[in-house]
């Protein structure tokens, strides 16, 4: 067959591909289209925009509009939660870097104190946080800005906290706040500029020392903590028995340490271990649950 001229031959092939073109589906995905299609910034895809009002849109209401829109009846976030181990931290980490007001809750300088609902009892914990505020404003902003947040799988919901008597009360105890009763009533009724009294009630300082232990053995005698912990620097520690029943083999005790970073210590080395045997004539009651332990934040 004789070849066409080249003249012929590009007349037929844009014959064929005008022909063809409109029956064959594009390969390119319909998101990468519209990315490259759409590279104004005036006019982003409603893909975008749904994406920023989600996951990272700045603050768009005036602190007047959040009070109208939020209504708090108090300065005091709570968070109802049945993992203990969130800290401080973690509620700041998920405020969005973006918000004009991140200086505000910044790690070392934000104004706000998290403290564990705990039983004024026996210090156990009741699954739930607290984020104390020194405004209704501040609650409102960060309430705002971690609306669509999630920590560690779960879903921020938070809401506000009545100032009452149950609230506060789980907030600390006669354990560990020798001023607590006196703290707690002034608390109950000041509904304004009363960050200063929960920061006293709270104790941040003077609470991270202490620590909460859980299955200790029966029958210690006294002096046995004292030399175990010999190398923690505990002149003046002393060991507050909570609960003691034998029948239903409870146990649990507080220790207080003169530093925070002895409290550390002491919860890395023997949370989670089995006690160790130390009179050999007389030995202690163990449980068969290991230690447990945690610092009373």
Same mark, same amino acid.
């Given at each position: 067959m004789k070849k066409l001229p080249n003249e012929a031959s590009n007349r037929l092939m844009n014959i064929l591909y005008s022909k063809t073109a409109p029956k064959v589906a594009p390969t390119t995905s319909t998101l990468t289209r519209t990315l490259y299609e759409n590279t104004t910034l005036d006019q982003p895809t409603t893909a975008t925009t749904t994406y920023s009002d989600l996951i990272s849109q700045p603050l768009?209401?005036?602190? /007047?509009?959040l009070l109208d829109r939020?209504?708090?009846?108090?300065?005091?976030?709570?968070?109802?939660?049945?993992?203990s181990y969130?800290?401080? /931290?973690?509620?700041?980490?998920?405020y969005p870097t973006n918000s004009r007001f991140k200086e505000l809750f910044t790690v070392g300088k934000v104004p706000?104190?998290?403290?564990?609902?705990?039983?004024?009892?026996d210090l156990s914990f009741n699954q739930a946080y607290y984020l104390v505020f020194p405004?209704?404003?501040?609650?409102c902003i960060y309430l705002y800005e971690t609306s669509t947040k999630m920590l560690n799988g779960v879903h921020l919901n938070f809401k506000?906290?009545?100032?009452?008597?149950?609230?506060?009360?789980?907030?600390?105890?006669?354990?560990i706040n020798p001023k607590y009763s006196t703290l707690l009533d002034k608390a109950s009724g000041c509904e304004d500029d009363n960050y200063e009294i929960l920061q006293q009630l709270i104790s941040r300082d003077e609470r991270s020392k202490y620590v909460r232990i859980q299955n200790l053995p029966f029958n210690l005698k006294p002096g046995t903590i004292q030399k175990l912990l010999w190398d923690y620097n505990l002149p003046n520690s002393?060991?507050?028995?909570i609960t003691k029943d034998l029948t239903n083999e409870t146990n649990i005790s507080l220790i207080k340490f003169n530093h925070i970073m002895d409290a550390q210590r002491f919860v890395r080395n023997f949370h989670g271990k089995k006690?160790?045997?130390?009179?050999?004539?007389?030995?202690?009651?163990?449980?068969?649950?290991?230690?447990?332990?945690?610092?009373v934040d």
């Open positions: 768009q209401l005036e602190s /007047q509009d939020y209504k708090p009846i108090s300065n005091i976030l709570q968070f109802n939660c049945y993992n969130i800290s401080k /931290q973690d509620f700041l980490r998920v706000l104190e998290v403290v564990k609902s705990r039983n004024p009892q405004s209704k404003l501040l609650a506000f906290a009545n100032l009452n008597q149950e609230n506060l009360s789980n907030m600390s105890s006669t354990l002393k060991v507050i028995p006690w160790d045997r130390i009179n050999k004539k007389d030995p202690e009651i163990q449980f068969f649950e290991p230690i447990l332990c945690e610092i």
